[in-house]
């Protein structure tokens, strides 16, 4: 059984938007924190946004004001609003869950059991 599926990955230009979406099996999505990675080539994971389930949310700083994560309640489903985007955003972006605050996740993502398969974001200069 797969807990997370991910959408929305592909290319965007500068300054552009991409939404990410994660699809999350009720018994995880009603019960955990919810938090979007992204890793670079060769890098460990880095936590982006984490958002728990009663509606708690944490940004990276390198995101703030550029990026909203989101839950919707009736899909199951995490996204990631991606706004203002940099080339240096291009990456494989994952969906994790985890029994965590949303800060300490963002922290400790070693710490997630649950991942998602992964979407690449590629933005162009």
């Known amino acids: 059984q797969v807990d997370l599926v991910e959408s929305g990955g592909g290319s965007a230009q500068a300054g552009g938007s991409l939404t990410l979406a994660c699809r999350v099996s009720?018994?995880?999505?009603?019960?955990?924190?919810l938090a979007w990675f992204r890793q670079f080539p060769g890098q460990e994971r880095e936590g982006v946004a984490a958002?728990?389930?009663?509606?708690?949310?944490r940004y990276a700083d390198f995101v703030k004001g550029r990026f909203t994560i989101s839950r919707d309640d009736a899909k199951s489903t995490v996204y990631l609003q991606m706004n203002s985007l940099k080339p240096e955003d291009s990456a494989m972006y994952y969906c994790?869950?985890?029994?965590?605050?949303?800060?300490?996740?963002?922290?400790?993502?070693?710490?997630?059991?649950?991942w998602g398969q992964g979407t690449r974001v590629t933005v162009s200069s």
């Open positions: 994790a869950a985890a029994n965590l605050a949303p800060g300490l996740f963002l922290l400790a993502g070693d710490r997630a059991h649950n």
């Open positions: 009720p018994h995880v999505y009603s019960s955990e924190c």
């Open positions: 958002i728990d389930t009663d509606g708690s949310i």
